[in-house]
């Protein structure tokens, strides 16, 4: 069966995108150490997906864009949702954004679903302030040519979404083109920290299998003048 589009695939996933997975745990893990406290501070999140990482997150503004509307209303919904925090429908190609206005960006794995990445992240060096950070995650290159692919259960069994490969490489150069500057590279694996979750679908022999495969990529890179 051929990969289903990121709009599509996030259209059909939305009502179960609740459930944690292996990549949302270890991503989220891997981002949070990564991220500034965010008090007082101007927050993007480009595919803020249903939008759960705005809520009660403590910036002074919050704002969310998904190209998928269908994730928005399965969460937060869109418009303002609660004071200093809105969300809307949006491609992170064309951010209907002034330039320079927030002092962190998130970008998490979205850019997987891309062809092409610099215009992206031209976009995200052109919304955020002069020393102000962007974060970017994605799908490890590495995973993926191990055999994993972006993938959702629904009741109609397992589906592929859409996904092009940018390794480490690709991404420090797109970076590099939209004048950002590198600040940190990590990597998150398969480990005892999702361990749970393949017991709990009774996969221990597949988890086994994965462990210590890198399975997603973490960047941050800050604006200069």
Do not use: N
């Amino acid at each position: 069966m051929p990969a289903l589009s990121a709009r599509d695939g996030y259209r059909r996933w939305a009502p179960h995108y609740a459930r944690e997975t292996a990549i949302s745990l270890l991503e989220d893990q891997l981002v949070k150490p990564m991220t500034p406290p965010l008090g007082g501070k101007r927050l993007l999140d480009v595919g803020c997906g249903t939008g759960r990482r705005l809520i009660d997150c403590g910036a002074a503004e919050a704002v969310g864009i998904d190209l998928s509307p269908e994730m928005l209303d399965a969460g937060i919904g869109r418009g303002a949702v609660a004071p200093g925090v809105r969300a809307m429908v949006g491609d992170v190609r064309h951010l209907p954004f002034p330039d320079r206005h927030f002092d962190l960006v998130w970008c998490r794995l979205v850019l997987g679903h891309l062809p092409e990445i610099d215009c992206a992240y031209a976009e995200l060096a052109r919304v955020t302030a002069p020393g102000g950070m962007i974060i970017v995650s994605d799908f490890h290159a590495e995973a993926h040519a191990a055999g994993h692919r972006r993938t959702f259960r629904d009741a109609d069994g397992v589906h592929e979404v859409e996904h092009h490969v940018h390794d480490l490489s690709a991404h420090a150069g797109a970076a590099r083109a939209a004048g950002l500057v590198p600040v940190a590279t990590r990597e998150a694996v398969i480990g005892p920290a999702v361990e749970p979750l393949y017991a709990a679908a009774g996969r221990g022999a597949l988890y086994r299998e994965h462990l210590d495969l890198p399975v997603v990529l973490a960047l941050a890179f800050r604006r200069e003048g």
